[in-house]
């Protein structure tokens, strides 16, 4: 996921860099893409919008522990699809 937050790095790289960089970036949009929807968007909201857990309990009107369900099933299947 940190590759997704430094997409600016790419311009400074060497073209084989940059290569593999873009490859990875659609990797990793293709395993967003492939979770179930609360899963993304808690995922989303998390680690992209850098809310925190509670936040998104209210804002989605979900309790904690589900948020946390959905957030650890999300990591798991994304390292899965991104170990490949």
Do not use: I, N
Not at 10 to 21: D, H, K, L, N
């Amino acid at each position: 996921m940190r590759w997704l937050l430094a997409r600016d790095r790419v311009a400074e790289a060497s073209p084989e860099q940059q290569v593999f960089a873009r490859r990875d970036l659609e990797r990793a949009r293709s395993a967003l893409a492939a979770l179930p929807a609360r899963e993304r968007v808690v995922v989303g909201m998390c680690h992209l919008d850098g809310k925190s857990q509670r936040e998104v309990c209210e804002t989605l009107g979900l309790s904690k522990g589900y948020v946390s369900k959905l957030l650890a099933r999300a990591l798991a299947r994304l390292e899965e699809a991104l170990d490949d």
